[in-house]
């Protein structure tokens, strides 16, 4: 996605401009409000928004059918653990955090 300068807006002036902005997301050209020169949030068309969002949708669920398709990977290879090593493996796993947050 590429980002003009006319598309980046400060917040002080979006406020002035609102409605100019909205007309102008909606017709395509995404709008960049800044607060304290920092980009803080954006307006889009709600299309766009939708779209986004399915995309992540769709993302999240290939995800996922990966995750499980190596875990049957890992059963029918035999990497599992019984139920005490896996809690065994979980507070190794705690205790390294922890330890790593101090």
């Given amino acids: 996605m590429t980002v ?3 598309d980046i807006v400060p917040l002080s002036a979006a406020r002035s401009r609102f409605s100019e902005l909205v007309d102008e997301a909606h017709a ?3 709008k960049i409000i800044t607060k304290n020169g920092e980009a803080y ?3 889009i068309d709600i299309a766009k928004l939708d779209y986004y969002r399915q ?3 769709e993302r999240g669920q290939m995800l996922q059918a990966q995750d499980i398709e190596r ?3 890992d059963l029918d290879a035999g ?3 019984t139920g005490a090593q896996f809690e065994k493996s979980l507070r ?3 205790a390294r955090v922890k330890k790593a947050k101090k």
Wanted: glycine share 4%.
């Fill in 4 to 6: 003009y300068s006319r």
């Fill in 28 to 30: 395509g050209d995404d």
């Fill in 41 to 43: 949030v954006a307006v």
């Fill in 55 to 57: 995309a992540v949708r």
């Fill in 71 to 73: 875990s049957l990977d």
């Fill in 79 to 81: 990497r599992v653990l």
């Fill in 92 to 94: 190794q796993r705690i």
